[in-house]
């Protein structure tokens, strides 16, 4: 019993020698020695095969018949999940058979297994072939193998630099220079999602930042087979403050000038609190909203305050929670109750 397209080996067998030869051998495939090598093909079989041996005395001559039975190779193929990617790349295998009971693999990454499903990782950037072979319920072996089947792109290199790394909320822009390696697209995101132009496309953006903080920022470098790097660095944004606070203004109604408010940076809008006394030290309008100015009108009654010099008190607080109290003097001019 053999598989198919194997080859053996059939004798022949003297069990009685006659008058000793010398014999001569005539086999159905016209091989005339004492033994013939026969490929076994299925599903032609089973495959006879006579010899007729003469001791050139004899009558009749013997005869002998042998049968070679065939079996089946087994037939299938493999898949994959990945024929191509990025390393590493772990590549999911399958195999495909309609009655092979054992399967054994070759990655061509050095790497072998054995199981009708199976994985491999590919870490080093090239071509890899891949071979299965199938073994049936007769120890029958066919191969199938597939040249250059996995493919492993390169991964690019993301790198950058910044024109500073840490700053004031004054100074908060950030020029990006990209020193990325073999990538052709660029993804940026700057770690402030709750800030306007978070992320960018551009190679080289330039990014402005609202609050003072600690940011991540980050580039993802991508290249033509989509495999990608990423790169991240720090940058510190201290909080700091400036208030300016006006010394006259002019509550006409002309749309200039007409209200008394102080304008910040780097200030936080509650706890605030704004008081203006007149000369004599009455309190003539206080606020705790940062966005409410003083209009000049005499708080709790409609009326407006006269021309004069007035005492301001302002208490802000920093980014850092310290508090900054300012007094001064402010003088109202244009006043409608002069």
Same mark, same amino acid.
């Given at each position: 019993?053999?598989?198919?397209?194997?080859?053996?080996?059939?004798?022949?067998?003297?069990?009685?020698?006659?008058? /000793?030869?010398?014999?001569?051998?005539?086999?159905?495939?016209?091989?005339?020695?004492?033994?013939?090598?026969?490929?076994?093909?299925?599903?032609?079989?089973?495959?006879?095969?006579?010899?007729?041996?003469?001791?050139?005395?004899?009558?009749?001559?013997?005869?002998?018949?042998?049968?070679?039975?065939?079996?089946?190779?087994?037939?299938?193929?493999?898949?994959?999940?990945?024929?191509? /990617?990025?390393?590493?790349?772990?590549?999911?295998?399958?195999?495909?058979?309609?009655?092979?009971?054992?399967?054994?693999?070759?990655?061509?990454?050095?790497?072998?297994?054995?199981?009708?499903?199976?994985?491999?990782?590919?870490?080093?950037?090239?071509?890899?072939?891949?071979?299965?072979?199938?073994?049936?319920?007769?120890?029958?072996?066919?191969?199938?193998?597939?040249?250059?089947?996995? =493919?492993?792109?390169?991964?690019?290199?993301?790198?950058?630099?910044?024109?500073?790394?840490?700053?004031?909320?004054?100074?908060?822009?950030?020029?990006?220079?990209?020193?990325?390696?073999?990538?052709?697209?660029?993804?940026?995101?700057?770690?402030?999602?709750?800030?306007?132009?978070?992320?960018? =496309?551009?190679?080289?953006?330039?990014?402005?930042?609202?609050?003072?903080?600690?940011?991540?920022?980050?580039?993802?470098?991508?290249?033509?087979? /989509?495999?990608?790097?990423?790169?991240?660095?720090?940058?510190?944004?201290?909080?700091?403050?400036?208030?300016?606070?006006?010394?006259?203004?002019?509550?006409? /109604?002309?749309?200039?000038?007409?209200?008394?408010?102080?304008?910040?940076?780097?200030?936080?809008?509650?706890?605030?609190?704004?008081?203006?006394?007149?000369?004599?030290?009455?309190?003539?309008?206080?606020?705790?909203?940062?966005?409410?100015?003083?209009?000049?009108?005499?708080?709790?009654?409609?009326?407006?305050?006269?021309?004069?010099?007035?005492?301001?008190?302002?208490?802000?607080?920093?980014?850092?929670?310290?508090?900054?109290?300012?007094?001064?003097?402010? =003088?109202?001019?244009?006043?409608?109750?002069?």
């Amino acid at each position: 019993t053999i598989c198919h397209k194997d080859t053996t080996s059939i004798w022949a067998n003297i069990i009685s020698p006659g008058n /000793g030869g010398p014999y001569t051998y005539t086999w159905t495939n016209g091989v005339t020695t004492l033994s013939t090598n026969v490929v076994g093909f299925y599903p032609s079989q089973p495959n006879t095969y006579t010899v007729i041996i003469s001791d050139g005395c004899s009558i009749p001559n013997a005869v002998a018949i042998s049968t070679v039975y065939v079996h089946p190779l087994p037939n299938g193929y493999f898949t994959s999940d990945f024929v191509q /990617g990025c390393p590493p790349l772990k590549v999911w295998f399958r195999g495909i058979s309609d009655s092979a009971i054992v399967y054994q693999w070759e990655f061509g990454n050095g790497e072998t297994g054995s199981g009708q499903s199976i994985t491999s990782e590919y870490t080093a950037v090239g071509t890899y072939s891949v071979k299965m072979t199938m073994i049936n319920q007769y120890g029958c072996v066919k191969d199938t193998a597939a040249a250059n089947y996995i =493919t492993v792109h390169p991964n690019p290199t993301a790198d950058f630099v910044l024109d500073k790394y840490e700053t004031t909320i004054f100074d908060p822009t950030f020029y990006a220079t990209n020193l990325s390696i073999g990538a052709n697209q660029y993804e940026w995101d700057f770690g402030a999602p709750d800030q306007p132009n978070n992320t960018t =496309t551009f190679a080289n953006p330039i990014h402005t930042y609202v609050y003072a903080g600690e940011y991540n920022v980050t580039l993802v470098a991508i290249n033509e087979y /989509g495999c990608a790097d990423r790169s991240t660095q720090k940058v510190i944004i201290h909080p700091d403050y400036l208030l300016y606070i006006p010394n006259a203004f002019t509550p006409d /109604g002309n749309g200039i000038n007409d209200v008394f408010q102080p304008k910040a940076l780097g200030v936080l809008e509650t706890p605030y609190k704004m008081e203006i006394y007149d000369r004599w030290g009455e309190l003539v309008f206080e606020s705790e909203n940062f966005n409410e100015g003083w209009n000049g009108q005499i708080k709790g009654k409609m009326q407006m305050a006269k021309n004069d010099v007035y005492v301001y008190r302002i208490i802000v607080t920093d980014m850092k929670n310290n508090k900054h109290i300012y007094t001064g003097h402010v =003088t109202l001019l244009g006043s409608s109750n002069k």
